[in-house]
């Protein structure tokens, strides 16, 4: 069960009604970008859940996997059509999300929260990604994929070094993950994939492997 909501650290009254008022209304469908990002071979594996829409940025999309993981996707517009490994900066700290602004929080597995900044998409040159959790295993990195395994207690990206926190999730104590970031022409795809139940696993590139095919 999804839960929708804006959460504020601090009490900014018009930033959050804005917020909302550049909400739409919540969609039930594998978009076409959304197929596009899945393997063929694949793709009747994955069911919509819901599609959280804006008026001012992509939809950030939510799905099932063979009923067993759940799927989220997160788009990115960038600067240009450079690889990855150049504009992917990698950090292994906790993180926390940003005093003072505005998210969107999604309680998507029953024990994690998915949160970002509801705001116009911007052509970012880099991506600084923060993770912490056990058991961490970075599989592949190339100039258009980069995986992450892990049991994971929280991550965040940034477009900036000091910038604010763009999208951040923090689970229970873990929370088994696979995490997938897929170049394509002038847009990063961010891709997380999670168990339904905190007391089970994924096997390693189950993610990747549901991309590439």
Known sequence: MIE???RKVSTMVKSVKAASDNDLP?????????????SPKHIARVRSHQ?????????????YVDDTYHLVIFKI??????????????????????NDETYTVIGFNGFSNFEWRPLP????????????????TNGIINDSIAVYHLLCRNFSTQYEKSGPVEVFMIGGEITPSEILFLKRGKA??????????????????????????
Do not use: C, W
Request: proline residues 3%.
């Open 26 to 38: 919540l969609t039930q469908v594998i978009t076409r970008e959304d197929s596009s990002l899945i």
């Open 188 to 213: 990063v795809y961010f891709m997380l994939m999670t168990t339904a139940k905190s007391d089970s696993s994924i096997p390693q590139n189950t993610l990747y492997e549901l991309v590439t095919g």
């Open 51 to 63: 599609n959280v829409n804006s008026k001012v940025m992509g939809p950030v999309s939510f799905l």
């Open 77 to 98: 517009n960038t600067a240009d059509k450079g690889p990855l490994k150049e504009m992917l900066h990698t950090t292994l700290k906790s993180t926390e999300r940003t």
């Open 121 to 136: 998409s911007s052509q970012v040159s880099n991506i600084y990604f923060s993770i912490d959790g056990d058991s961490l």
């Open 4 to 6: 929708v909501g804006l």
